[in-house]
């Protein structure tokens, strides 16, 4: 059962665009949303992660925008470059339960075009 | 030293073999967690221990097992393999408790025939 539902798929992006990717998740017990970048042949990096009391957080180009009634949440990325070509997932983890588990959607694959 | 570093970067091993895959935790990290990641997809979740102890367990079966170690360094232990089984292996370490940030070693790309 998919607990994170991340799109799109693939996305092409000029140089200097915005990309945007959309994840909507299911377990309201979800307390702590994080975007992850990979490169080929490397691990997930943490980019930036949110908490479900705020709706907005910025750092730098990123930005992440949540909202809670609609369980969804999303990452812009502004001004894009070549260098964030990459793959992409959201992901979402909770407490509950024990322990902090990440669930992680299905990754989007950005190109960023010169 | 800072950062996950995972042993061996690459891995064949014949189907119905056993396999072990080694993760040192970033200095600091008393918990350490699982991943696998097949191509393609978003990591799935095998398990979690803390300060030795599994405290999470994903949808693995079984002859999916674990150890960590009193440095906090930890073991993934594969029994039986299959040809689905092949996959980059992840291991994320953190600190525990209420702080949630995840450090993701390289992984481990291991391929059953």
């Known amino acids: 059962q998919q607990q994170v539902k991340q799109s799109p798929q693939s996305l092409i992006v000029q140089k200097g665009g915005i990309s945007i990717i959309n994840c909507a998740y299911e377990n309201t017990a979800f307390d702590y949303f994080p975007w992850y970048q990979q490169f080929p042949g490397k691990g997930p990096a943490l980019l930036i992660a949110?908490?479900?009391?705020?709706s907005e957080k910025k750092e730098g180009r990123f930005t992440i925008s949540f909202n809670k009634s609609a369980k969804q949440f999303s990452l812009h990325i502004m001004d894009s470059q070549p260098g964030d070509s990459a793959t992409y997932f959201c992901a979402a983890s909770s407490m509950a339960g024990g322990g902090n588990k990440l669930t992680f959607g299905t990754g989007t694959q950005l190109k960023v075009e010169l | 030293e800072t950062g996950v570093t995972q042993s061996p970067t690459h891995l064949i091993k014949t189907r119905g073999q056993q396999v072990t895959l080694r993760c040192s935790s970033q200095s600091g990290h008393n918990t350490v967690s699982w991943y696998q990641q097949a191509l393609g997809q978003g990591p799935q979740f095998i398990f979690q221990y803390y300060r030795e102890e599994e405290n999470g367990r994903g949808n693995f079966p079984p002859r999916f097992s674990g150890l960590q170690f009193p440095n906090y360094s930890s073991e993934l232990n594969v029994n039986a393999l299959e040809l689905d089984d092949s996959a980059l292996y992840l291991c994320?370490?953190?600190?525990?408790?209420?702080?949630?940030?995840?450090?993701f070693g390289s992984g481990t790309r291991l391929t059953v025939v």
């Open positions: 994320a370490s953190s600190s525990g408790g209420e702080y949630y940030g995840y450090t």
């Open positions: 949110i908490r479900p009391d705020v």
